[in-house]
């Protein structure tokens, strides 16, 4: 049971600030969590904390590499809006 960091961070460094086990550390290209230390906030918080502050869309998945802010989901704008601007 464990968070993972994507690609698409961009090291702003919010979530390193807000982990409450102290499981993100810098790694190259992007952080990283640290899977020995994350329990996703499990009995601290509501929800995993790296997440709730995290401003990138798709850049922190669980164990299913499901997104935890899903495409869409900070900026409102619909998925296939964006999926459909990203291919012309």
């Known amino acids: 049971m464990a968070l993972r960091i994507t ?11 807000v982990c409450p086990n102290e499981a993100i550390a810098e790694d190259d290209p992007v952080f990283a969590i640290d899977p020995r230390k994350c329990t996703e906030c499990t009995g601290e918080f509501a929800e995993p904390q790296c997440a709730a502050i995290c401003p990138i869309e798709c850049a922190i998945v669980d164990e299913l590499e499901v997104a935890l802010n899903p495409l869409g989901s900070l900026t409102g704008i619909p998925p296939e809006t964006l999926r459909a601007h990203a291919l012309s």
Do not use: Q
């Open 7 to 17: 690609e698409a961070c961009v090291n702003c460094w919010a979530c390193v600030t």
